[in-house]
């Protein structure tokens, strides 16, 4: 399989990077930002959106796996996408229960 390449600097193909690692580099600084606005417990709405980021990091490990022919990492984020979608569910669609008033 020929590997996609990005030029890093003019005129040097010597210090290339490849897509799935950009790709990789990507998902996994997005996971971390992730699971970093998730632990903060500080809201709803930064959780929420801590989800969003994890969705988001979840579809390029599943892309960058498939390129790269790492069809258990794919599989395994595509479990994590739907875990994580009910996540957003929970914390940015889902409208809270109204307590009962005593």
């Given at each position: 399989m020929r590997s996609i390449c990005?030029?890093?600097r003019c005129n040097s193909?010597?210090?290339?990077?490849?897509?799935?690692?950009?790709?990789r580099w990507t998902a996994s600084i997005s996971g971390?930002?992730?699971?970093?606005?998730?632990?903060?417990?500080?809201?709803v709405k930064i959780s929420g959106?801590?989800?969003?980021?994890?969705?988001g990091s979840s579809v390029v490990?599943?892309?960058?796996?498939?390129?790269?022919g790492n069809n258990p990492l794919a599989v395994?984020?595509?479990v994590l996408?739907?875990?994580?979608?009910?996540?957003?569910?929970?914390y940015l669609w889902?409208?809270?229960?109204e307590k009962a008033a005593d």
């Amino acid at each position: 399989m020929r590997s996609i390449c990005i030029k890093t600097r003019c005129n040097s193909w010597s210090n290339t990077m490849e897509l799935v690692d950009i790709l990789r580099w990507t998902a996994s600084i997005s996971g971390m930002i992730a699971a970093a606005m998730v632990s903060l417990n500080a809201g709803v709405k930064i959780s929420g959106w801590g989800f969003v980021l994890f969705c988001g990091s979840s579809v390029v490990w599943v892309t960058s796996s498939l390129l790269d022919g790492n069809n258990p990492l794919a599989v395994q984020n595509i479990v994590l996408l739907g875990i994580n979608l009910f996540g957003v569910y929970r914390y940015l669609w889902r409208k809270p229960k109204e307590k009962a008033a005593d």
